[in-house]
């Protein structure tokens, strides 16, 4: 009624992806419609975080109708987001590549933001989180996720250097 179209806009994106969250969460996606949900929360965090970063999503066509458990990727991209830009001075960027080769979907997600700890990273392709670190929370809950939803058979690897950025990569089963 105002004219206050970004607020609108902005409202509108929350909406819609609360809702692409509640509705069945631990339900079975396709990577297009994973995609398209992840490119609307990074448009909003950009427009929350007034454009501090720049974003990429580059995926294989022949990905596009695998299907995969909803929510997957968006603990890892949030965490680049929240944690990785976090007190960062240069220009931010994410990256996320989603590929197949014969047995795995593979996802990376890429930032070159302020990076983690090598013994948190150690500890984390481990398996093993501190209790009193905020930030490893998500991490956990996804990675256990992945181990759920998909075996041992699944893998997460973290990657980091001090000031340069992460490297998160995922290797799903691919299952016939």
């Known amino acids: 009624d105002r004219e206050e179209y970004e607020i ?9 992806f609360l809702r692409y969250g509640l509705d069945n969460s631990n339900g079975i996606v396709t ?7 992840l490119e ?12 501090s970063f720049s974003s990429k999503i580059v995926v294989e066509d022949e990905v596009l109708s695998f299907r995969i458990y909803k929510l997957l990727l ?36 890429k930032d070159n933001g302020c990076g983690i700890e090598q013994t948190l ?11 009193s670190s905020n930030n ?8 256990s996720r992945i ?4 075996g041992e058979n699944a893998k997460v ?13 995922l290797e799903i089963p691919i299952k016939n």
Request: aromatic share 8%; net charge positive.
């Open 8 to 16: 609108s806009n902005a409202i509108n994106a929350l909406a819609t």
């Open 31 to 37: 990577i297009k419609d994973e995609i398209d949900w």
């Open 40 to 51: 609307k929360y990074l448009a909003f965090q950009k427009n929350r975080l007034m454009d």
């Open 74 to 109: 968006q603990p890892f991209v949030e965490n680049a987001i929240i944690h990785g830009f976090k007190n960062h001075n240069s220009e931010n960027q994410l990256v996320i590549h989603i590929r197949k080769d014969a047995k795995y979907l593979l996802v990376e997600i």
């Open 121 to 131: 990273v150690e500890d984390i392709n481990k398996g093993i989180f501190r209790e």
């Open 136 to 143: 490893n929370i998500g991490m956990k809950n996804a990675i």
């Open 147 to 150: 181990k759920m939803y998909y």
């Open 157 to 169: 690897k973290v990657q980091s250097t001090i000031g340069r950025g992460t490297h998160i990569q």
